[in-house]
């Protein structure tokens, strides 16, 4: 369905949704080479920043190109094996959003609370670690999905009250039964989301005691200041997440669920780049190097 019928809205939204989807390409794969060319943000938290980024990029051009493709073409048409294509990589990647959160999470607490041993236990290996186990759960969670899927039969009318193919809408247009999907979806989805969340609400809760534990109110600053990107990324991507999910459908009150998801899946990825390359100084210098850089490349060619 799209987010609106009617025709005079089509070039608006077809021009805000192609700005914000380059904006936010160009602002996360900055990111991602900022850290990549500077040698001092080779550490744990930039590595999980920099998986953070490029899953982002992932997120968002699951969904807008399709539908940029949608508006510009005047068909909301959606092929069968392009919804199920659509339905595997949101799943992936969103999930992949929500352990690296919590990984990053993990990172701070170890930072913060436990400095003495942060190098031994953060080490190389064990970062690469959580970023692969991270890749391979969320890969094997979405395909399950995706595969359960394949076995349902839709009998029409096939259309979906969304702009892309979410899990949720997919299963109450099934005319079989989705008991098993259902199930998979309570058991598997329910402890892959909540645990990391847990994760990220134990580790603040050890970080805020641990600062409470600081005498020295510069100290304090500092190491509130370490966690407040992180905490503005994951507030932003939890709120939005359990407005779409957890809060009651709205089909019939204007799809109000449909504003939810732009927030979750469009706004959100937008908006990481300027959090850490606002509030992070590191980011910053790296960012300014690159520009500086560049600048002095295109003054020596002219």
């Given at each position: 369905?799209?987010?609106?019928?009617?025709?005079e809205?089509q070039?608006l939204?077809?021009g805000?949704?192609?700005?914000?989807?380059l904006?936010?390409?160009?602002g996360?794969?900055l990111?991602?080479l900022?850290?990549g060319?500077?040698?001092?943000?080779?550490?744990p938290?930039?590595?999980?920043?920099?998986?953070?980024?490029?899953?982002?990029?992932?997120?968002?051009s699951t969904?807008?190109?399709k539908?940029l493709n949608?508006?510009?073409?005047?068909?909301?048409?959606?092929?069968?094996?392009?919804?199920l294509?659509?339905?595997y990589?949101f799943?992936?990647?969103a999930?992949?959003?929500?352990f690296l959160?919590s990984v990053?999470?993990?990172?701070r607490?170890?930072?913060?609370?436990q400095?003495l041993?942060?190098?031994?236990?953060?080490?190389?290996?064990?970062?690469?670690?959580?970023?692969?186990?991270s890749?391979?759960?969320?890969?094997?969670?979405?395909l399950?999905?995706?595969?359960l899927v394949?076995?349902?039969?839709?009998c029409g009318?096939?259309v979906?009250p969304?702009?892309?193919?979410d899990?949720?809408?997919l299963?109450?247009?099934a005319?079989s039964?989705?008991?098993v999907?259902?199930?998979?979806l309570?058991l598997?989805a329910g402890?892959?989301l909540?645990a990391?969340f847990?994760?990220?609400?134990?580790?603040?809760?050890?970080?805020?005691l641990?600062?409470?534990g600081i005498?020295?109110?510069?100290?304090k600053?500092?190491?509130?200041?370490n966690?407040t990107s992180?905490?503005?990324?994951?507030s932003?991507?939890?709120?939005?997440?359990?407005?779409?999910?957890?809060?009651?459908?709205?089909?019939?009150?204007?799809g109000?669920?449909?504003?939810f998801s732009v927030m979750?899946?469009?706004?959100?990825p937008?908006?990481?780049p300027?959090i850490y390359?606002?509030?992070?100084r590191?980011?910053?210098g790296a960012l300014?190097?690159i520009?500086?850089?560049?600048m002095?490349?295109t003054l020596?060619?002219?």
């Amino acid at each position: 369905m799209g987010l609106s019928e009617h025709p005079e809205q089509q070039p608006l939204l077809f021009g805000l949704f192609l700005g914000m989807y380059l904006v936010t390409v160009w602002g996360n794969l900055l990111i991602i080479l900022a850290i990549g060319s500077d040698v001092h943000l080779h550490t744990p938290m930039y590595l999980f920043l920099a998986n953070l980024s490029f899953s982002d990029i992932g997120f968002i051009s699951t969904v807008i190109p399709k539908m940029l493709n949608n508006i510009g073409s005047g068909s909301k048409r959606i092929s069968y094996g392009g919804c199920l294509t659509q339905l595997y990589f949101f799943g992936l990647f969103a999930d992949l959003d929500n352990f690296l959160l919590s990984v990053m999470a993990l990172d701070r607490y170890m930072a913060i609370s436990q400095p003495l041993h942060y190098a031994i236990t953060m080490n190389s290996q064990r970062c690469i670690l959580l970023v692969a186990g991270s890749w391979v759960v969320t890969t094997f969670h979405a395909l399950v999905h995706t595969l359960l899927v394949t076995r349902l039969s839709f009998c029409g009318p096939n259309v979906i009250p969304h702009f892309f193919c979410d899990l949720v809408p997919l299963l109450k247009l099934a005319c079989s039964s989705t008991h098993v999907n259902d199930l998979v979806l309570i058991l598997v989805a329910g402890t892959l989301l909540i645990a990391p969340f847990v994760c990220i609400l134990t580790s603040y809760f050890y970080i805020a005691l641990a600062i409470l534990g600081i005498d020295s109110p510069k100290g304090k600053q500092k190491a509130f200041s370490n966690c407040t990107s992180h905490l503005s990324v994951v507030s932003l991507f939890y709120t939005t997440a359990i407005g779409v999910y957890l809060c009651p459908p709205s089909y019939p009150s204007g799809g109000k669920d449909r504003v939810f998801s732009v927030m979750y899946t469009v706004v959100t990825p937008l908006l990481n780049p300027f959090i850490y390359s606002l509030r992070n100084r590191d980011i910053k210098g790296a960012l300014g190097k690159i520009l500086r850089r560049n600048m002095f490349n295109t003054l020596s060619w002219d």
